[in-house]
C-alpha cells in the first residue's frame, strides 16, 4: 500500500512539472504569434489599466450620451458592411435628387465656390480623422486605448498613402490627356455664342464692299485695328458636336471612377471604427453636393439635357455601391473579419491586406 502511494505521489510530481514545462514553452512559442486584438485583451488585465477604465467610465458618461453619437447610432446601426451600404445610399441619393432644383445655366462663381467647400470638406476629414486613425488608432468608449510603436508597420502605412496618391494623379492625368488637354476641362468652356462681335463686324463690312479695293484695304485696317479688342466666338452647332459631347461622357467615367474610391474610402473607414466610418460618410456627403452640381452643370455644357444630366449622374453613383462592395469584400476576405482566423502579418507586422484599404484611400482623396 505504501509502494502504490509512492508510486502515485511520483507521478503526481511529474505531471505537475510536464505541465509547467508545456505551460513554458507555450508561452515562448505563442507571445510572438499574438494578434493585436489578443495583446490588447492581455494588456487590459493589467491592474494600472483597469484603473485607468475606470477613470474613465466615470468620466465619459456625458459625452457618450452627445447629440452626435445619438445620431450616428440610429443612422448607422448595423455592422460595419451593413453601415457601409446605408452611407452609400446617404452620399447617393439626397445629392442626386437635389440636381432636379437646380437650373440649367448655374453661374460659374457659384461652382467655384461650392468646389472649394468639397476640397475643404474632404481635406478636414483627411487631416483630422483619417490620417490619425491610421497610425494611431480610434479611442474606445469602453476602455482606455494603448499604443504599440511598430516602425515597420508606419512605413507600409505611409507607402500605401502614397500609392493612392499616385494612383489617383495617374488617373487623372489619363482623363486629361483623354479629353483632349488641360485646356477647357473645366467649368468654363461651352459659354460660347453664336453673336458677332468686334472683328467679325468689321470683317463683315469689309467683305459687303470687296469691289472696291481701297474699301477693301480700309476694312483690313479696320480689322487688325479691332484684333486686340475682338473675341473668338465658336458657334453653337461647332460646341455641341465632337471634343464637347465627348468631354461629357469622359466626365461620367471620371464621376463613376471617383465614387468608386468614395465607396472604398466609407467600406475602410467603418471597418476600422463606427465613429470614422459616420465621419468619413459626412464627409464625403458634403463634397458630394458640389460635386454632383460642377458636373451636372459639365454635362449640360456638353449639350445633355437635364433629364439625360440627371439620369447620368444617378448611373454614376453606381460607382459609389461598386467601390463598397469591392471594400467589404476585401475586407471580409483580407483578415479583418471579426470571424477570421489569425494569420502572420504582411513583412513581420501586423497588418494585412484589409488594413492598406484605407491609407490607400486616404491618398486617393
Known amino acids: 500500500m505504501a509502494i502504490m ?31 493585436s486584438a489578443e495583446i490588447e485583451e492581455q494588456i487590459q488585465q493589467c491592474p494600472l489599466v483597469q484603473s485607468l477604465n475606470a477613470h474613465k467610465a466615470s468620466t465619459a458618461h456625458e459625452a457618450a450620451t452627445g447629440f452626435t453619437a445619438r445620431a450616428f447610432a440610429v443612422l448607422f446601426p448595423g455592422s460595419p458592411a451593413v453601415n457601409t451600404l446605408l452611407s452609400v445610399l446617404y452620399i447617393s441619393g439626397p445629392p442626386n435628387f437635389l440636381l432636379a432644383l437646380c437650373p440649367s445655366d448655374i453661374d460659374p462663381a457659384s461652382l467655384n465656390t461650392m468646389v472649394a467647400f468639397a ?27 494603448l499604443v504599440v510603436a511598430d516602425g515597420n508597420k508606419n512605413i507600409l502605412l505611409g507607402i500605401a498613402i502614397m500609392v493612392g496618391f499616385v494612383s489617383f494623379v495617374i488617373l487623372d492625368k489619363a482623363i486629361r490627356i483623354a479629353s483632349g488637354g488641360d485646356e477647357g476641362h473645366g467649368h468654363s468652356h461651352g459659354h460660347a455664342h453664336g453673336k458677332i462681335e468686334g472683328g467679325d463686324k468689321a ?10 479695293s481701297g474699301a477693301q484695304a ?11 479688342n ?25 464621376d463613376f471612377t471617383h465614387n468608386i474610391t468614395d465607396g472604398l474610402a466609407m467600406a475602410s473607414s467603418f471597418y476600422a471604427s463606427p465613429t470614422v466610418g459616420a465621419l468619413t460618410t459626412t464627409a464625403v456627403f458634403f463634397h458630394e453636393v458640389p460635386h454632383e452640381v460642377g458636373d451636372f452643370a459639365l454635362l449640360i455644357q456638353s449639350g445633355f439635357s437635364k433629364r439625360a444630366a440627371i439620369g447620368a449622374q444617378f448611373l454614376t453613383a453606381a460607382g459609389a455601391l461598386t467601390g463598397a462592395l469591392m471594400g467589404i469584400a476585401v475586407q471580409e476576405y483580407g483578415g479583418n473579419s471579426v470571424d477570421a482566423i489569425p494569420t502572420p502579418g504582411l ?5 494585412h491586406w484589409g488594413d492598406l484599404l484605407l491609407p490607400w484611400t486616404a491618398g486617393t482623396f
Not at 475682338?230 to 471620371?254: D, F, M, T
Open 203 to 212: 470683317a463683315a463690312s469689309a467683305k459687303a464692299s470687296g469691289s472696291d
Open 119 to 145: 476640397f475643404g470638406g474632404l481635406m478636414g476629414d483627411t487631416l483630422f480623422h483619417l490620417l490619425p486613425e491610421i497610425f494611431v488608432g480610434e479611442d474606445s468608449p469602453e476602455h482606455v486605448t
Open 5 to 35: 502511494n509512492r508510486s502515485y505521489a511520483i507521478l503526481l510530481v511529474v505531471l505537475v512539472v510536464l505541465c509547467q514545462v508545456i505551460a513554458a514553452q507555450s508561452e515562448k512559442t505563442t507571445i510572438g504569434d499574438l494578434s
Open 230 to 254: 475682338a473675341k473668338i466666338i465658336v458657334p453653337v452647332e461647332q460646341q455641341e458636336s465632337g471634343p464637347s459631347s465627348n468631354r461629357g461622357y469622359l466626365n461620367i467615367i471620371a
Open 218 to 228: 480700309d476694312g483690313l485696317r479696320q480689322r487688325n485695328t479691332d484684333k486686340s
Open 347 to 351: 513583412f513581420g507586422t501586423s497588418l
